[in-house]
């Protein structure tokens, strides 16, 4: 697992206190936006209302309107003028209220945002982040569980992340609004309002880098986002079989740093690779071929994957059987053992 390479913020809050990822993402833009006055919010309700989620409650408050902007419910044009704003110098970030609201603005980001320090032979950058919540689980209408992922992470130009905690939540975000690069930063929305202790003052990871969460000899589990959880809690009943999985964050889902995951993977000779998206061409795919090929003679068992399924996201009274859980994590880890 790569060292920790970013120094501490200084940011305005107190070490050592227990914070929700929602509120990790909000100390989070402050720290940026006091550090940096070309840092600026946008997006739909993010100013008076503070989002729909209150990530960004407060923020117009104390930063005022020209920095903080409610914008119209136009997403193309909320990143086609972040971008411009971009070009000038500033740091927008973009927030996209929920994840299936993204697709308006997908030319912008495909066609545009990707494009630009290459087509510009890098004399033009474009630090824009873009703020998605994602994947399902909180009961919602169509279109407000997508899990976008894989679309953006085959996209050569863009970084594309995902948070699984408040911590990372915190400094993962201050990392990709410092980027020279776009990044598209994808949030659990479900998990929210999960809890975990932030000492602002500590090291931590480098933006693109897994995480290895639990240590094992067993199984490896591979994952990211919302289903960090969900295999966190499938290992620590698979240790009451008397199993020992181990379970790395990816977190960066392009670029991928399966380093920590190659390694897990010639120790315990197998993988399971889980999220929520479809798993068809998908960044479970991804991981799955490249361990294959990287560790091929390590492997005891074939690299199994646990997705949700390829249909679209079904209504709420159908997502639970629809979202991998514990049991089916768990039954993969047994297939694997299996073999």
Request: aromatic share 6%; glycine share 8%.
């Amino acid at each position: 697992m790569a060292a920790p390479t970013m120094e501490s913020t200084g940011s305005s809050t107190t070490p050592t206190q227990t914070i929700t990822i929602a509120k990790g993402l909000n100390q989070a833009l402050r720290s940026a936006m006091e550090r940096d006055p070309k840092v600026l919010v946008m997006g739909e309700d993010v100013g008076k209302l503070g989002g729909v989620f209150r990530v960004t409650d407060g923020l117009q408050k104390d930063f005022g309107e020209h920095r903080v902007l409610d914008t119209p419910l136009a997403e193309s044009g909320i990143i086609g003028t972040a971008i411009g704003l971009a070009m000038r110098g500033f740091r927008p970030v973009c927030e996209i209220q929920f994840d299936g609201f993204i697709f308006p603005g997908f030319d912008q980001i495909v066609s545009q945002l990707s494009k630009m320090h290459y087509r510009s032979q890098g004399k033009v950058k474009v630090p824009l982040v873009i703020r998605v919540p994602f994947g399902g689980g909180i009961g919602a209408v169509e279109h407000h569980s997508e899990s976008p992922e894989s679309l953006f992470a085959h996209v050569a130009g863009l970084k594309v992340v995902s948070c699984s905690n408040p911590v990372d939540a915190y400094w993962m975000l201050q990392q990709a609004i410092d980027s020279d690069d776009p990044v598209l930063f994808f949030e659990p929305k479900r998990r929210y309002w999960e809890k975990a202790e932030l000492d602002p003052t500590a090291e931590h990871l480098p933006l693109v880098s897994s995480a290895v969460l639990r240590t094992g000899s067993d199984v490896t589990v591979a994952t990211y986002g919302p289903m960090v959880k969900t295999c966190m809690d499938a290992a620590t009943a698979a240790e009451e079989d008397g199993n020992a999985v181990e379970v790395v964050d990816l977190r960066s889902l392009s670029p991928l740093d399966l380093g920590p995951v190659a390694e897990s993977v010639r120790r315990t000779g197998r993988l399971v690779v889980v999220s929520e998206s479809p798993s068809e061409s998908s960044v479970t795919s991804e991981v799955a071929t490249r361990i294959q090929q990287e560790c091929f003679y390590s492997l005891e068992a074939p690299v199994l994957r646990v997705n949700g399924f390829d249909t679209p996201y079904p209504p709420s009274k159908l997502e639970e059987g629809y979202l991998p859980d514990l049991d089916r994590v768990l039954d993969a880890v047994d297939r694997s053992l299996t073999y």
